[in-house]
């Protein structure tokens, strides 16, 4: 059943039909509590789905920062550009090629500050183009919190068949952070 099919989401572009045959249904696909563990893993992710969308709130020990991985690929392999707001001011970043995973939402390094991320990939299981990117981070940090907006890509033409959610270093994610994987529109 989809998540959302009120008339207030179908006014955002979510209904069970856009009139051209394409629905644009957004499924949950599965959810995952972390365990005071490094990371989260979704496997197995369906092919029968336009996007992906991954959204959680994470509580952790010290996380400073996170990374999405595809398919197992731990390399330095993906490429973003950045654009943050920390309580001072807006920062236009630069562009970062060659890292190893598409870096995810600055957190407050505390167990009792949430970090809200969520994480889009256009066109996962399109075997002809690489795959695109898009997230959206913020938390409060007690001296006027962040907000990144992060795009970038993945130099690969694979389907997406399993995303990782690592927390930086030693960091883990507590018991109180939850990741959910959604399905965006039936192929």
Same mark, same amino acid.
């Given at each position: 059943?989809?998540?959302?099919?009120?008339?207030?989401?179908? =006014?955002? &572009?979510? @209904?069970?039909? $856009? #009139?051209?045959?394409?629905?644009?249904?957004?499924?949950?696909?599965? /959810?995952?509590?972390?365990?005071?563990?490094?990371?989260?893993?979704?496997?197995?992710?369906?092919?029968?789905?336009?996007?992906?969308?991954?959204?959680?709130?994470?509580?952790?020990?010290?996380?400073?920062?996170?990374?999405?991985?595809?398919?197992?690929?731990?390399?330095?392999?993906?490429?973003?550009?950045?654009?943050?707001?920390?309580?001072?001011?807006?920062?236009? =970043?630069? &562009?970062? @090629?060659?890292? $190893? #995973?598409?870096?995810?939402?600055?957190?407050?390094?505390?167990?009792? /500050?949430?970090?809200?991320?969520?994480?889009?990939?256009?066109?996962?299981?399109?075997?002809?183009?690489?795959?695109?990117?898009?997230?959206?981070?913020?938390?409060?940090?007690?001296?006027?919190?962040?907000?990144?907006?992060?795009?970038?890509?993945?130099?690969?033409?694979?389907?997406?068949?399993?995303?990782?959610?690592?927390?930086?270093?030693?960091?883990?994610?507590?018991?109180?952070?939850?990741?959910?994987?959604? #399905?965006?529109?039936?192929?």
């Amino acid at each position: 059943m989809p998540l959302l099919t009120t008339q207030s989401a179908k =006014g955002y &572009g979510f @209904s069970n039909s $856009t #009139g051209t045959g394409l629905t644009t249904d957004f499924v949950a696909l599965s /959810t995952v509590v972390g365990s005071n563990n490094n990371a989260v893993t979704f496997s197995s992710i369906p092919q029968g789905y336009t996007h992906l969308q991954m959204r959680c709130t994470y509580l952790g020990s010290s996380i400073v920062y996170n990374w999405a991985n595809v398919n197992g690929d731990f390399g330095a392999n993906y490429n973003f550009r950045q654009t943050y707001w920390d309580g001072a001011g807006i920062t236009l =970043g630069a &562009g970062y @090629s060659g890292i $190893t #995973g598409m870096y995810g939402a600055n957190a407050a390094s505390s167990n009792t /500050t949430p970090t809200n991320y969520i994480l889009d990939i256009n066109d996962y299981s399109n075997t002809s183009k690489y795959k695109n990117f898009a997230s959206f981070g913020v938390t409060n940090s007690g001296a006027g919190g962040y907000v990144y907006w992060r795009s970038g890509f993945y130099p690969s033409t694979s389907a997406i068949t399993s995303l990782t959610i690592s927390a930086d270093g030693t960091s883990t994610f507590t018991s109180d952070s939850i990741f959910t994987l959604y #399905g965006i529109g039936v192929k």
